[in-house]
C-alpha cells in the first residue's frame, strides 16, 4: 500500500474534488475486500467516521463498525454515532456501553499518565474481546490520514486503533484517508453527506474527558464536567463562535471552592472555560470573548449546574500552558 502522497495529487477542496475521491476509493476498497468482512473502530471523531461513512458507500454490511463508550464522551456523542450510523446509515454498528468498566479501572487513579494508560489499554480489551465474538473478519479499517504517516515515520498507519497488538492478526489494512490532511478529510465528510457538528468536531484527547476532569475522576464531577461543556458549546453556538475559535472545553479540577446560596455556605467546585486559537497546535493564543458572552455562560453554568459555585476563564497561552489541563 502506498503510504507516500504523490506531488502530483491534487489537493482536496472542493465538493466536486471529493466526489471524485469517493468514487476513486469505493472502487479500490471493492477491488481489495471483495465480498468479505472488515472491522472499524467507530470512535465518533473525524477520521473514522468520514471512513465508515465511506465504506457504508462501498461495500454496506460488510462493514462492522464497533463504538465503544468508555463514559469519557462529551455530552450526545455516543447518541450521535447511533442516530447518524444505525439509524440513518443503517450501519452494521455494534455499541458497547463500557463506562462502569472504564470508571471503576480509574476509581482512584489521580495521575494524569496512569489514567491515559489505563483508558488506552481497556479499549484495547474491550475491543479486542467484541470483535473476537465476530466470525469471517478478514480486514481492519482505520482512520489513518497524512499527517500520522509523517508524523510516526509510517508506524501509526499500522498501530492507529488504540495500539492493537502485533498478533492482531488480519489479512490486509483498509486505509482509504491515509493520503489526506485533515482539512481534506472534512471536505470528504461533507460530501458524503455526515453532518456539519461530526465533521468540523474540534480535536478531542483520546482519553475524553477524563483528562479535563483531573485528578482522580468521581462520576458527580464528570457529571458536572459534561453539563458545563454542553452550555459552553451551545452558548458558542448562539453567539457565532463555534468556527471562529479552534478549541474550546471546560475543565473541572479536582479541588472545591467555596460559595453562598440561599444565605447558606458551600464547599463546591470551579469550572474552568479553556478556549484558544492556533495554526499547528505547536503555540497557542487565548481569544478575546465578548463579555456578556462569557456572563451567560456564567449565569447558566452557575443556575444549571449541581455542585459547581465558581467559573473561571483560562488566560493563559500556549507556551508556558499546554492547551489540555493534564
Known amino acids: ?3 507516500v502522497r504523490p506531488e502530483s495529487m491534487v489537493r482536496i477542496t472542493t465538493p466536486e474534488l471529493a466526489e471524485r475521491f469517493i468514487e476513486e ?21 473525524v477520521d473514522s467516521s468520514v471512513v ?6 462501498a461495500i454496506g454490511k460488510q462493514l462492522v463498525c464497533v463504538h465503544v463508550n468508555h463514559g469519557l464522551m462529551r455530552k450526545g456523542e455516543s447518541e450521535q ?32 499518565e496512569k489514567k491515559r494508560k489505563i ?15 465476530l466470525e469471517g473478519i478478514s480486514f481492519l479499517a482505520q482512520g489513518t490520514i497524512y499527517p500520522d504517516i509523517i508524523e510516526s515515520d509510517g508506524v501509526k498507519a499500522h498501530h492507529n486503533v488504540g495500539g492493537l497488538p ?29 453532518p456539519v457538528s461530526m465533521v468540523d468536531r474540534q480535536p478531542f484527547p483520546g482519553p475524553g474527558l477524563g483528562v479535563r476532569c483531573t485528578g482522580a475522576i468521581t462520576r458527580d464531577r464528570l457529571h458536572a464536567l459534561r453539563e458545563s461543556d454542553a452550555i459552553l458549546r451551545e452558548e458558542f453556538d448562539i453567539a457565532g463562535l463555534t468556527d471562529k475559535v479552534w478549541q474550546f472545553f471546560t475543565v473541572v479540577p479536582d479541588i472545591k471552592t467555596t460559595g453562598v446560596k440561599d444565605g447558606k455556605r458551600l464547599d463546591n467546585w470551579p469550572v474552568i472555560i479553556r478556549a484558544v486559537n492556533t495554526v499547528d497546535a505547536m503555540t497557542a493564543t487565548v ?3 465578548d463579555w ?24 493563559s497561552p500556549k507556551p508556558i500552558s499546554t492547551i489540555e489541563w493534564e
Open 1 to 3: 500500500m502506498n503510504n
Open 25 to 45: 476509493q469505493i472502487a479500490e476498497v471493492r477491488a481489495q475486500v471483495g465480498d468479505k468482512k472488515v472491522l472499524l473502530a467507530l470512535s465518533g471523531g
Open 52 to 57: 465508515a461513512a465511506l465504506l457504508i458507500k
Open 81 to 112: 454515532v447511533i442516530e447518524v450510523f444505525q439509524n440513518q446509515l443503517d450501519a452494521n454498528l455494534i455499541y458497547i456501553d463500557a463506562t462502569d468498566r472504564f470508571l471503576d479501572k480509574l476509581t482512584d487513579v489521580a495521575e494524569p
Open 119 to 133: 483508558i488506552g489499554e481497556e479499549f484495547v480489551r474491550v475491543f479486542e474481546e467484541e470483535s473476537g465474538k
Open 166 to 194: 502485533e498478533d492482531f492478526a488480519f489479512e490486509g489494512l483498509v486505509e482509504p484517508v491515509r493520503l489526506l490532511y485533515k482539512d481534506e478529510v472534512r471536505v470528504v465528510g461533507k460530501a458524503l453527506g455526515l
Open 287 to 289: 481569544p478575546r470573548i
Open 292 to 315: 456578556d458572552v462569557l456572563e451567560k455562560i456564567t449565569n447558566r453554568i452557575l443556575n444549571e449546574v449541581e455542585g459547581v459555585c465558581r467559573v473561571c476563564y483560562d488566560m
